[in-house]
């Protein structure tokens, strides 16, 4: 098929459909398309989703409709994120000095660079588009600019810095060529500087069934595998400086696999090599859903056959992804629920999301959990407050 979105990679226009993607509108301001599909790049092997947008719709949904700032009463435990961030540090090792100036870009609510500081690491820098963020990090007395990659670079910020991070963004950077030419201008020239890259890894996806928003969701546009990664970064002379790649971190439900990677700046541009490795894992993946869609089936329709009203706990891509497919948990949904105070007061379609506190007042209610990583835990608070309430984890 001839697709929208030029392969960001290697800029070829052909591949072969994997799946189509299609979701609920998230939020009224929400400018990003609600459908599209998950390709592979016939030239280089890249799998990644053709998305009929720009990369001008990305930096406003980002800026407008932010949410990582917000801390959540339900998150990643610390001692997940503690052990996530042990195996990121562990790849850049001695390499990176104390007293390194280090900039983490797209750096959300600075976790990692907090992390970073109690380590002892005090020239730090977060960048992230949306003011909530920066306002955050300086909470933590690191310093914060609010700035976009693609906008200009400051003079002062150029060729500063002995170590570039980037966690858990490039997988939502819809250019992402002129993404690596805007990073470049950050790194030093004089000697050697590192881009610390992690993703997650597309090998991971048919090892960890998670639901399909948590994969292939309005922000995750680009699967990358080790090798997609390497061509990306050798095409602009960086070269990857660490052998092992594949961390699995998390448990339970959260459990996942990351490639976490360590460039180093050289002279030389690299060729793009083909790389057969993610096409597979896609296709492996989805099979395995599809074969568990019809439990997820019985449970849709034992809730909309039910006389009490029912809520649905979660207005996230999970939830988006669900009612796209089943429109009518939609029409018998009574209302939203969420933990994440940005989400609370907004509607979605005619149906208001509230806060926890809303269940207190009502009675014989069915809750329908749709979270992709925190839904026994969900399960657990409700029942903290109402212990005779009914739920169901679709």
């Not at 014989?364 to 109402?386: L, R, T």
Request: some cysteine; hydrophobic content about 35%; glycine content about 8%.
């Amino acid at each position: 098929m001839v697709m929208y979105r030029s392969c960001p990679i290697c800029g070829n226009k052909k591949g072969e459909k994997l799946k189509n993607i299609s979701m609920y509108r998230l939020g009224e301001n929400n400018p990003l398309p609600l459908s599209y599909n998950v390709v592979c790049c016939s030239s280089c092997g890249f799998a990644y989703a053709d998305v009929h947008a720009t990369q001008k719709e990305y930096d406003q949904y980002y800026r407008e409709c932010n949410m990582y700032a917000e801390n959540a009463a339900l998150k990643v435990a610390d001692l997940e994120r503690e052990e996530e961030f042990i195996q990121v540090c562990k790849v850049f090792g001695d390499k990176i000095e104390r007293d390194a100036n280090i900039i983490d870009i797209g750096c959300g609510s600075g976790d990692f660079l907090g992390y970073l500081q109690k380590k002892g690491f005090s020239n730090l820098c977060g960048m992230d588009p949306s003011w909530d963020s920066v306002e955050k990090l300086r909470e933590r007395g690191v310093r914060g600019v609010c700035n976009g990659v693609f906008e200009p670079v400051a003079q002062e910020e150029k060729n500063k810095y002995d170590l570039i991070i980037s966690i858990g963004v490039i997988e939502h950077i819809y250019d992402l060529r002129n993404y690596l030419s805007q990073i470049l201008q950050y790194m030093r020239r004089d000697k050697k500087s590192y881009f610390l890259c992690e993703c997650p890894a597309v090998e991971g996806f048919e090892k960890y069934i998670h639901p399909v928003p948590d994969y292939f969701n309005h922000e995750h546009i680009n699967y990358f595998s080790k090798g997609s990664l390497d061509n990306l970064f050798n095409a602009f002379g960086l070269y990857r400086v660490n052998e092992e790649v594949y961390v699995d971190i998390g448990k339970g439900e959260s459990r996942g696999q990351l490639l976490i990677a360590l460039y180093e700046m050289k002279d030389q541009k690299g060729e793009i090599k083909y790389d057969n490795t993610s096409m597979e894992p896609i296709k492996n993946y989805f099979k395995e859903v599809s074969a568990r869609e019809k439990e997820l089936e019985g449970k849709v329709e034992d809730l909309l056959s039910t006389s009490k009203k029912l809520l649905i706990w979660g207005s996230g891509a999970y939830a988006m992804q669900l009612i796209k497919k089943y429109p009518e948990l939609m029409e018998k949904a009574d209302c939203f629920i969420d933990n994440n105070s940005a989400k609370q007061g907004i509607k979605i379609g005619e149906k208001m999301v509230y806060g926890p506190e809303y269940i207190q007042n009502q009675e014989e209610m069915i809750i329908a959990i749709c979270s992709m990583m925190n839904a026994h835990d969900i399960e657990k608070q409700i029942k903290g407050s109402i212990p005779n309430c009914s739920i169901v984890i679709l």
